[in-house]
């Protein structure tokens, strides 16, 4: 059995909507699923899981949220290499920028990204969430 993490912060819920699907579709997959807030997840938990999702909304000029989640994000950045993650949040503006230089950032950290990411504009519809449900079935 596959140990997930999924890792996000959400300021309106909307991600945390998403982070629950992606949960979801990882333990109907089979894997052993852990929850966490960024505040509560610390770098060095990466190596105790065999993939991670890491969920953050587009913040400011498409950024992301730089209070808790980037600090902890980048904590991990070095724990990255040859690690199978997956990347997910929503965003209200914009075209989805934040999430293609995230992406691009775990690409140069080696991480393997075993699903596509899943964007959603503000909240997530059926669409979306049967997409995080999909992502979170691909961290199993």
Known sequence: ??????????????????????????????????VFTASDFQPEQV?????????C???????????????????????LTGKKIAL??????GDGEWMRDWEETCKKDGAVLVHECVICNN????DGEAQCVELGKSLA
């Open 123 to 126: 909240e997530p519809d059926a």
């Open 1 to 34: 059995m596959s140990k997930v993490a999924v890792v996000f912060w959400s300021g309106t819920g909307n991600t945390e909507v998403m982070a629950k699907k992606v949960a979801e579709g990882a333990k109907e997959a089979g894997a052993e699923v852990s």
């Open 47 to 55: 190596d105790q899981f065999d993939t991670v999702a890491f969920g």
């Open 57 to 79: 909304p587009s913040m400011g000029g498409e950024e992301l949220e730089d209070g808790e989640f980037e600090p902890m994000f980048k904590g991990c950045e070095p724990k």
């Open 88 to 93: 997910f949040g929503s965003y209200g503006w």
